[in-house]
């Protein structure tokens, strides 16, 4: 009897203990599951990401090409002069690049050599201070080769962005200038790009202030010293930010990349040579009102005198007549 009720209780509950088997094999599997479709999620993730890259890599390298071509075309026709300096500036390039990856490599090589070095002192050989003293020695060697290898791809880093920013700036000045041009031409189609100063004799009359003022413009090329308008709004721009200091030579060569430093001082020289004249102009046209005022007061007093002069003589012979 006993015998018959376990088995009969075994028989009951033994449905029971599969099902809960088969359900904590499920929940053991599903975390598994989960995560390899996690790791699958993510691995495609990666691979469009890297076939996106890798379409706008190609996409650039057909953009470079094409534009490569037009050195063809410039030679065809017969613009020698734009062709040849990029090519020499690609050398230049080419041959940095080459130096750097030399260098790179060099770098690495001793790293990979110190690696190395480090691996074969752990083969089959017993912990000793001699031998940990070496390992340490070892692993300091590398350590600072690293450190350095990236202290300089950092500083080269930090160069690159400069020249790029600088590059951008100069893009954008190139940009602005380009566009007030065609703007200047289809507002103002018959009129000539370069200012024109139409030469006219001095008039002697004039002071002495005034006719050396008209004489330096003739002189220099005009009100702009014989650059083009864009230029000297920009210098003048950056000239009265900073009051005319030193320190503004710097950021006005961003907006003037074609521009030397040389170039930009004999302005900023004519600059002040007309801010001098135009002050001295200014005082001989104050004095030469407060003069004007003085000889139109003195007119007038005149006027008044004999105006005065005039009504006394009347009066008096009036009373001659009537005393006759």
Not at 27 to 45: E, G, I, K, N, W
Not at 72 to 81: E, L, P, V
Not at 151 to 166: D, G, I
Not at 187 to 193: F, G, Q
Request: aromatic share 4%.
């Amino acid at each position: 009897m006993a015998t018959l009720a376990t088995t009969r209780c075994a028989d009951k509950h033994c449905p029971g203990e599969r099902d809960s088997s088969s359900v904590q094999q499920q929940l053991c599997t599903s975390p598994l599951v989960s995560s390899d479709s996690v790791d699958q999620r993510l691995a495609r993730q990666k691979a469009a990401q890297f076939l996106r890259e890798a379409e706008k890599n190609r996409r650039q390298i057909e953009k470079l090409e094409k534009e490569r071509t037009l050195t063809a075309q410039c030679r065809k026709n017969g613009w020698t002069d734009v062709p040849g300096e990029l090519e020499e500036y690609e050398k230049v390039l080419e041959e940095e690049r080459n130096a750097e990856k030399t260098n790179l490599q060099k770098q690495l090589v001793k790293i990979h050599n110190g690696v190395r070095k480090f691996q074969r002192q752990l083969i089959d050989v017993k912990p000793t201070p001699e031998l940990i003293e070496r390992l340490k020695e070892i692993m300091s060697e590398v350590e600072i080769s690293i450190n350095t290898l990236k202290k300089e791809q950092r500083s080269c880093f930090e160069e690159l962005l400069k020249e790029e920013r600088t590059c951008r700036q100069e893009i954008a000045a190139y940009e602005k200038k380009i566009e007030n041009v065609s703007l200047a031409v289809k507002s103002e189609p018959k009129l000539p790009t370069a200012p024109t100063v139409k030469t006219k004799p001095l008039d002697r009359d004039l002071p002495a202030e005034v006719r050396a003022l008209e004489a330096f413009l003739l002189k220099t090329g005009g009100p702009c010293g014989g650059w083009d308008q864009y230029d000297h709004q920009a210098f003048l721009k950056v000239w009265t930010k900073h009051s005319g200091q030193p320190a503004y030579r710097k950021e006005v060569k961003l907006y003037l990349p074609s521009k030397t430093l040389e170039e930009i001082e004999q302005h900023e020289d004519w600059h002040q040579e007309l801010i001098y004249l135009q002050d001295r102009k200014r005082e001989a046209i104050q004095r030469w009102k407060a003069s004007k005022h003085q000889e139109r007061q003195t007119r007038i007093q005149s006027q008044e005198e004999v105006e005065e002069a005039g009504i006394r003589e009347k009066e008096a012979k009036s009373q001659v007549h009537q005393h006759r």
